[in-house]
Each structure stands twice: as C-alpha cells, then as structure tokens.
C-alpha cells in the first residue's frame, strides 16, 4: 500500500497533489473493501515487478503475488456483481465493484496485455450503465461516482482511437474541475472521434460550421485549464509553470487532431505543421517532465503524426515517447512508437495516419 500511495497513484492522475482522487478516494475504498484492496495490491505488485529485467528472480515474484491478487480480485468482483444482480445493492457495492475493475484495467495495462485490459474496460462500461440504471439513488452522483465515472470514460475515449468496430452511439460525462482536469479536450477528442467514424461509415457530410464550433471549443477548453492552473494547489512554481505548458501542447494536438478529422484540406498541412512545432516548444520548456510524462503520449503520438519526411522531428517524438517509458512505464506505448515509425518510412504521402492504423497491425493499442 505505501508503494500505491507514494509512486502508482502519482502516476495514474493527471496531476498529482493533495487531492489525487487515485489516492483520496481509492485508498479509503480499499481500506473499507477487500475487493477494492486485492486489486490495489495486484496493481502495485505488477507495478513493482516491472522494474525488474525480465527473468529476475524477484520480478517473478512480485509478479506471482500479482496474479494471485488479481484473481482473487476477480472473483471478488464476481461475487460483489452476483449479489448486487440477486439481492439488490447499495451505491457503495457498485463503486467498489466499479473502482476495482478500473484498477484491474490499469493492471493489465502494465503488461500490455490488450484483450485483457480492453475486458476489464467493458466490463467497467458494462458496470457503470447497470449502475445507473438499476440503483434508485443513481442520479445523486457524489465525489467518488463522479471520479469514476470519468476515469471510465476517458480511458474509452482514447482506447476508441484507434478502434474502428461498430459505430456507437455519442456518449459525455458529466464534467468538473474536482473530478475531470483536462475532461474538456477528452470530449473534444470524443466528438471528433465519433464524426470520423460517422463520415466512414456512413458517409455523412461534414457540417462546414462544426470546425469553428469546435476550434471555439477548444480556445475555451485551454482557457479554462489555464485558469484552473492558478486554483490548483502545486507543491512547486515549476510544477505550475509546467502544467500551463502541458495545457497548451495538448490545445495544439486536439487542434491538429480536429482539423485533420474535419478539415480534409491539404492546404492546411502548413498550418497544422506549425501546431506540431508550437507542441516541440511546449515541449522544451516543460521542466518537471517526469511529473507529466505519463499525460504526454497522446501529444506526442499526434505529434508524431505530422513529422513525415522530417527526420530530425522524428527523432525528438522517439526520444521522447522512450522517455516517457523509462519514466512511468512501456504498457502499450512500444506499439505506438513502432506504429509511428512504419507510419513515416510509408512512401505514399497521402495516406493518413487513420487510413493507415484501419490496416496496421497495432490497431487496437492504446494511446496512453
């Protein structure tokens, strides 16, 4: 538990501090629920195993504790589900339920286990709608529900990058400054998400005037985080300074993002070649990288993403993305360092990044 404490929930929130919900709120529920405190220990077990070379004997270890964890978790949650579907249930029973398969999730996310993480993700889905549908007291949504909520959400936006089974229907949460830091772009991103996969699909046109209205979106997403910048209690000015800095990349990335989804016009490539290099000059002045390193995937893959034919850029992403792994974990980011990089040696300009991940082999991975 010191180790969840002290390292893992640092580097499951978006930004650390005195009211890390990873930590506020996880920690209480496993401190009241087995189920929640068996996959806790699964997830710091796993956590710390992945600091040893393959084949130590002490990751073997750790990673046998970490399975006997994780079953017991498991069944803990099938019980929990059992009674909750045969006797009813309290809200506290489903946010158990709830918060521990999101903990699972995390689990199998570190070994990149994709079938299981994405399994343990719908059954989160799966958990949440039968909550709100099923508990009377469902609509009074309170700091826990609300933190898990959107933790289930945003990780179903981004492992929705890059799936492209059948369309679902648009979903938003919804969002808070206390429970959601960065919710505003993770439903930009959701929006577009579901555009593309309308246009694809169904060959829906593109509304000329949902660009401004999105690009408006985003300028007030940025301002907002800006400001909570200055709300937000921060151990050091670095750490401030650098969250200001992490709000502006992403503000560039969900634009390149947005105009690449919505603006299918190759005289823009120019101006969405100037959000990537604003994103490169966030980049540099952020000092308290290994705070953040876990937040900065997403940017850098989108990044990433508008760097063909340019070398040196390249080599800034990779390095950059290797970083990040040596910092706070590989989970599935091989898979996207490895996508980018087939992605850039392609001689064929005019194939773009989603036309291509429909066909690659890392379709799937999560870009977190």
Known sequence: MHHYHRIVSAKLAWVDGPTNPWRQVIVPLAGASLTVLHAVLALSSEDLAVRFPIGHPRRQQLQLVSMCRRNQALSSVARLLCHMRQEGSSTSQAQCALAATLILY???????????????LEAARVIRQWKD????????????????????????????LTTFDALEEYEAVPLTDANAIFGDFITIISRATHVERLQYSHGHPIDSSLLRTMTGDLEAAKARMLQLSLILRWQTDQACSSFQ????????????????????DGSLDTTRQSWRDSIFAHLALLVDKRSFAHDLVWPLFIAGTECRGCPQKQ???????????????????RNVLSFLQRFWSLPDIGLTWIQYMRLAPERRMLIL
């Open 106 to 120: 995390n689990v199998e996310l570190l070994g990149a286990a994709s079938a299981k993480w994405r399994m343990h």
């Open 133 to 160: 549908h099923a508990l009377t007291d469902a609509g009074r949504e309170d700091e826990i529900d609300a933190f898990l909520i959107y933790e289930q959400y945003y990780a179903s936006v981004f492992a929705g």
């Open 245 to 264: 800095h992490l709000v502006w990349i992403f503000y560039y990335a969900s634009l390149i993002y947005v105009y690449h989804v919505l603006a299918r």
């Open 315 to 333: 080599e800034v992403v990779a390095h950059e993305i290797e970083l990040v792994m040596e910092i706070s974990g590989t989970l599935d980011r």
